[in-house]
């Protein structure tokens, strides 16, 4: 079995009053492709946020590439982390959003260059070399000089994704990121996450695309009110459920 | 059916007397009240232009003597400096007030907010005072430890000239309002933005540099104009500082030759000039960041005010 990238035990998540995640447990390996399912509010995107530390856990611990997440331990005692701390341990995880978030003040050039300049100095023409490089990976190659307003849903998807790629991640975390897109330009952002899996890449979907999931992913988690109800083989999740709540769910979205 | 929407031909398609032909035309005007109200106003305008060339107490050949005289310009030229440098401070110390105010730490955050109660509640006139007589609060400004040895001090009515006192009381109450003007700018970036830098490992200076800050600045930038045109006025308040700036010049020379009200329009003169300048800049400023919102179609709507009281419509011929 290859090499675990998350490990994460008995995390839970409250905002106020409301638990949103009651103790997950989950274990991602090197090069898997690990969709999500699940009904909304069923905590999925609240457990991608918390492996980024864009959530504090309020419960249970995660480890992503041998470093526990948002802590550090220190004299046989657990510390918080630092801001910078924080900030590095981001710097090997990438995120694409539901909401795509470009910077709308800089060119697309200059959103997939801007991490790698800023934080991890790179040389500019190393950075610009590898930013038409993966335009020309997500087919955008022509409106590297844009600005994200003039570009379609779809497009600004695949800037976002080499923006994240950008980084060099050894770990890329998708949240919904064809759920604000319309239909037609669905196709065209799984298929840059389609190569993108081919090509070897540690993936966390949050998904409500079950086709893709039942496709592309090597394994497949189905979450619902905070826990992991079921997880497998997408095809045997998919195809026979073992929960009636994996059931029913699955009977509305297929 | 199909044909009925094309048809441009006027025949009545109901019997109810409307004269199809007759609706073609747009509407008559009516300007009889334009025209009554109109001339109200033109008289009282005549009225009142009358009375300023004819009253000899207005003494236009003074206020154009001393508009045009080098002491009320070297006043001006103070008056703005005195604006350029309390803008500028007032921008360092608003972004800071404002960046404090966002502050996790809520000690911070608490004291910057006081701060903004105290230099926005307190008149900023009061305030000049209070800078301007600091030498009877704190008679010696020192450096050194607290409670400990202080290795150098200097009288406070040395240090704390009227300019200086000017720019604090001006700068401290300018850095209030704007911190709120700052504080709404950064409030308005999506927090997506930041969620998005951070996921990039950006550390937090860099987001706030290179990804907020940049966004914010469309809420930023156009009420900085109207402060700075409100700042060219309130710098007139300095003269009660005795600090010769464009008002207190006028008054020195009104004290001398008790030209009082030629001297005030003289002054008055210039700051309308001036102001009218900052205001264009402001016009343009405003419809720069307004691109693309309908606050631009209504600014573009100002001129064609004018349009209708120079020409009225013509009036459309019905044949009938």
Same mark, same amino acid.
């Given at each position: ?254 | ?87 500028? %401070?007032? +921008?360092?110390? =608003? /972004? ?5 105010? &966002?502050?996790?730490? *809520? !000690?911070? @955050? ?5 701060? %903004?109660? +105290?230099?926005? =509640? /307190? ?5 000049? &005072?209070?800078?301007? *007589? !600091?030498? @009877? ?7 050194? +430890?607290?409670? =400990? ?25 300018? =850095? ?145």
């Amino acid at each position: 079995m290859s090499e675990v990238v998350v490990e994460a035990r008995g995390v839970v998540k409250n905002f106020g009053d409301l638990n949103v995640l009651k103790g997950i447990d989950l274990t991602i390996r090197r090069g898997d492709v690990t969709c999500i399912i699940g009904p909304s509010g069923s905590g999925k995107s609240t457990f991608l946020r918390c492996i980024n530390q864009l959530e504090t856990l309020d419960g249970g611990y995660i480890i992503v590439e041998g470093q526990p997440v948002g802590v550090k331990i220190k004299k046989g005692r657990v510390e918080a982390q630092s801001n910078a701390e924080a900030a590095r341990s981001r710097e090997n995880i990438g995120m694409v959003f539901q909401s795509f978030n470009l910077f709308p003040h800089m060119t697309v050039l200059g959103n997939i260059c801007e991490a790698p300049i800023r934080v991890k100095k790179e040389s500019r023409a190393v950075v610009r070399k590898r930013a038409y490089d993966l335009l020309d990976r997500v087919g955008l190659a022509a409106k590297a000089e844009v600005y994200p307003a003039a570009l379609s849903g779809g497009q600004q998807q695949r800037v976002a994704i080499a923006r994240a790629l950008a980084m060099e991640p050894r770990l890329m975390l998708f949240d919904e990121p064809t759920s604000a897109l319309d239909p037609e330009l669905v196709g065209e952002v799984l298929d840059v996450m389609r190569g993108l899996a081919d090509a070897g890449m540690t993936m966390i979907v949050v998904t409500h695309e079950i086709g893709f999931a039942r496709e592309v992913s090597d394994h497949l988690i189905f979450m619902d009110d905070g826990c992991v109800v079921e997880q497998g083989d997408p095809r045997s999740v998919l195809h026979s459920p073992q929960h009636d709540r994996t059931k029913q769910f699955l009977a509305k979205v297929l | 059916m199909s044909d009925t929407a094309t048809d441009s031909s006027t025949e009545a398609v109901a019997d109810d007397g409307i004269d199809r032909k007759l609706l073609l035309g747009r509407p008559h005007q009516h300007h009889g009240m334009l025209w009554l109200t109109a001339s109200i106003v033109l008289f009282a305008i005549f009225l009142v232009s009358y009375s300023l060339v004819t009253n000899p107490r207005f003494e236009w050949g003074v206020v154009f003597g001393w508009f045009s005289s080098e002491r009320l310009f070297t006043g001006l030229l103070r008056t703005l400096g005195l604006t350029a440098i309390s803008m500028v %401070v007032g +921008i360092v110390v =608003g /972004v800071i007030l404002a960046l404090a105010r &966002l502050a996790p730490n *809520f !000690i911070i @955050a608490g004291v910057a907010a006081f701060l %903004v109660w +105290i230099f926005r =509640g /307190v008149p900023v006139f009061v305030q000049l &005072l209070f800078w301007g *007589f !600091i030498a @009877a609060i704190y008679p010696r400004i020192a450096i050194g +430890i607290p409670f =400990g040895p202080e290795f150098f001090s200097v009288d406070a009515n040395v240090l704390i000239t009227p300019f200086l006192a000017a720019i604090l009381g001006l700068g401290l109450n300018e =850095g209030a309002y704007k911190s709120e003007i700052v504080r709404a700018g950064l409030l308005s970036v999506n927090r997506g933005q930041t969620e998005a830098a951070k996921a990039l490992g950006m550390r937090r200076f860099t987001i706030l540099w290179r990804i907020v800050l940049p966004q914010a600045m469309k809420i930023i930038i156009p009420p900085t104009g109207n402060q700075t045109i409100s700042m060219l006025k309130t710098t007139s308040l300095v003269s009660v500082l005795a600090f010769p700036e464009l008002l207190y010049s006028a008054q020195l020379v009104y004290s001398a030759n008790f030209k009082t009200i030629p001297l005030l329009i003289a002054a008055s003169l210039w700051y309308l000039l001036v102001t009218s300048i900052l205001s264009l800049g402001q016009f343009y400023i405003e419809r720069h960041y307004n691109r693309g919102s309908g606050k631009t179609d209504q600014l573009r709507n100002f001129p064609r005010f004018s349009k209708t009281l120079r020409s009225r419509p013509p009036k459309q011929e019905v044949q009938s």
